[in-house]
């Protein structure tokens, strides 16, 4: 038997064509994005921004610094996917919460808390790494929640990053990792395309 997960991941595509005459609600937009911060981050960090460019200026400006990609006109809502940089100087407001309801002690917390600073701490390799990540994972969960309401997504890395960093005002933290464009399908979507064998990607050991 299939489960709901296994359909969503079996219908999913990657949309290019949108239908312009439907919108998203502010609503529908921060469900989505509450669903997409459900996906994992080390630590727990929560080390991740979405930006949800909804209006026709804003469409307009993202579009200017995206290569002129049509798709972020014409979706609902295209959501910059940001990771951020220094996750470990907020660890320990993000864990507070779970510290709170009794899921993580706070010895833990701590111990959480001086293990990424250690580990990030002057590294911005390490820390641009997890940045990038999680912004990956939150916009691979953003795609889901995406098909689970009956809409399509597409992601996509053509983008200018020092464009859409000075376009919308993102800090040095911010790392914009991929755009997501979400809104309902519009005729001429492919369908999802085949994938190779998984005895050529998979060892077993």
Not at 115 to 144: C, K, V, Y
Not at 165 to 182: G, I, R, T, Y
């Amino acid at each position: 038997m299939k489960t709901a997960i296994t359909t969503l991941l079996e219908q999913r595509i990657s949309a290019n064509q949108f239908d312009t005459t439907k919108s998203l609600s502010t609503t529908e937009i921060e469900e989505l994005t509450r669903l997409a911060t459900l996906a994992p981050t080390a630590f727990n960090f929560q080390n991740w921004k979405f930006i949800a460019v909804h209006t026709p200026e804003a469409k307009a400006r993202l579009k200017a610094v995206a290569f002129g990609q049509q798709k972020i006109a014409d979706a609902a809502v295209t959501f910059i996917i940001c990771g951020t940089l220094e996750a470990h100087k907020g660890l320990a407001k993000a864990i507070k919460p779970s510290v709170d309801a009794g899921i993580v002690p706070q010895e833990m917390a701590d111990s959480w808390v001086a293990m990424a600073t250690g580990g990030h701490e002057g590294n911005h390799q390490r820390q641009r790494d997890e940045a990038i990540r999680s912004a990956s994972l939150g916009s691979m969960a953003l795609m889901l929640a995406a098909q689970g309401m009956g809409l399509v997504s597409g992601p996509m890395i053509g983008f200018d990053p020092a464009g859409v960093a000075k376009e919308f005002n993102l800090s040095a933290n911010d790392v914009p990792a991929m755009l997501v464009a979400v809104g309902y399908p519009a005729a001429g979507n492919w369908p999802q395309k085949p994938r190779l064998p998984v005895k050529e990607i998979l060892t077993i050991v």
